[in-house]
């Protein structure tokens, strides 16, 4: 990723109508509540929104929430969520999702000591890149969501390693 092309910074109410084009774009879905969604996103306590500007146009986006127990799952736990992270195709390969994962994390563990996230056990791409910033696998469980029925939970507990690892990534 070029760090003079690619901005990662908190979302604010301009960004909200593109990042709403964006996910209509590409996921192929209908508006909905998107930006009542993403606009509580930016003055939540326990949610945040992190996009991805290239000449202050918004070409990807992520997510974290904090979630209850089971709302992410059967059986998971409470806590914070990374969510959502949707890159426009023409970004994709550049490190735009890493770059979002870690400023989430980063905005996470200044409020929790763990950070959790779920995705089908069919995304190879999710689990390489959580892999990649130190996340574990602690659990699979039967999903709707999934394409082949099975979601997996991983986890990445904060401790001075990790945020040593954090460090290798710009901000």
Do not use: C
């Not at 990807?60 to 709302?71: F, K, P, S, T, V």
């Not at 394409?147 to 040593?164: C, E, Y």
Request: charged share 25%; proline share 5%; glycine share 8%.
């Amino acid at each position: 990723m070029s760090e003079a092309a690619v901005r990662i910074e908190p979302l604010t109410k301009a960004d909200v109508a593109p990042a709403v084009e964006l996910a209509v774009r590409v996921l192929r879905v209908k508006p909905g509540d998107r930006a009542e969604q993403f606009t509580a996103d930016i003055s939540g306590q326990r949610r945040r929104m992190f996009v991805a500007k290239v000449s202050s146009q918004v070409v990807a986006y992520g997510r974290i929430l904090q979630l209850a127990a089971d709302e992410a799952g059967p059986g998971t736990p409470g806590g914070y969520y990374l969510s959502g992270v949707l890159v426009d195709p023409a970004w994709r390969g550049q490190g735009i999702a890493t770059a979002l994962t870690v400023a989430r994390l980063r905005w996470a563990f200044t409020r929790a000591d763990e950070v959790f996230y779920v995705t089908g056990a069919d995304n190879t791409a999710s689990l390489r890149l959580h892999a990649a910033v130190g996340f574990r696998e602690i659990k699979r469980f039967a999903s709707e969501r999934s394409a082949v029925g099975v979601d997996v939970l991983s986890q990445l507990p904060l401790d001075v390693t990790k945020l040593a690892d954090l460090a290798r990534f710009p901000p």
